[in-house]
């Protein structure tokens, strides 16, 4: 395997200050090694397969995605965001609806009416405006959750690779078919991996790496505040 450096390993998308960065690497190291103890059931399938020279391993993203705590707990930080701005939405939405209902009370036309009606107008456009505004910003951190860890996924996937000499790694659905669920059928009848050994499957190994990684991420980051 080739030696994998701090700088590779800061390359993942993490700053540290020069405090931070012993601990981290003692945290993304142990990361690495542990996944690799993880996968040594891979050794000798990787070995029989090199005699052929064809190394081939897989994983399942989507598992890794919805089990791995670190990642459902940013995701449900931005989910609770969500609720809390859907409460003040309530709340504004009733401040729109009283003055909608004092604007009845005013004679159409009338100096009081038209500044009621100026009034409403402006609290329904910029009601609409925070939350167009805010539902972007949500859609936003939880697109960039998504695309940071699959990145940390694919180091992980490529650390362990590159350990067992794996040169394919293919991506893989675990998820047993539901008859009772129509989609759930057809997302197994579509599978592009029909049978697999399980002794290939590096999905493990990739999710205790991951869980090292976004404890050394959360360390990092805290040093840098």
């Known amino acids: 395997m080739p030696f994998i450096g701090i700088n590779d390993l800061l390359s993942l998308g993490f700053a540290f200050t020069t405090q931070g960065v012993a601990d981290v690497r003692r945290f993304v190291l142990s990361a690495i090694a542990l996944a690799i103890t993880t996968l040594t059931v891979l050794a000798p399938t990787a070995a029989t397969a090199q005699e052929s020279g064809h190394r081939m391993a897989v994983v399942d993203v989507a598992y890794i995605f919805k089990n791995n705590q670190g990642i459902k707990s940013q995701v449900k930080e931005v989910e609770d965001n969500l609720k809390a701005f859907d409460a003040e939405l309530q709340d504004k939405r009733n401040e729109l609806k009283s003055a909608a209902e004092k604007l009845k009370t005013f004679a159409v036309g009338s100096p009081d009416y038209t500044s009621q009606e100026e009034r409403v107008a402006s609290m329904e456009s910029k009601l609409r405006l925070d939350m167009a505004r805010k539902r972007k910003e949500l859609a936003d951190r939880e697109a960039k959750i998504y695309y940071d860890n699959y990145q940390h996924i694919a180091a992980g996937v490529k650390i362990l690779a590159?350990?067992?000499?794996?040169?394919?790694?293919?991506?893989?659905?675990?998820?047993?078919?539901?008859?009772?669920?129509?989609?759930?059928?057809?997302?197994?009848?579509?599978?592009?991996?029909?049978?697999?050994?399980?002794?290939?499957?590096?999905?493990?190994?990739?999710?205790?790496?991951?869980?090292?990684?976004?404890?050394?991420?959360?360390?990092?980051?805290?040093?840098?505040?």
Do not use: F
Request: proline share 2%.
């Open 162 to 225: 590159q350990h067992y000499k794996i040169n394919l790694v293919l991506r893989y659905n675990s998820e047993d078919m539901d008859l009772e669920k129509g989609e759930s059928v057809i997302r197994g009848v579509m599978k592009n991996i029909v049978y697999h050994d399980e002794s290939l499957d590096m999905t493990p190994g990739v999710m205790q790496y991951l869980d090292k990684v976004l404890v050394a991420g959360t360390k990092g980051n805290n040093e840098t505040r």
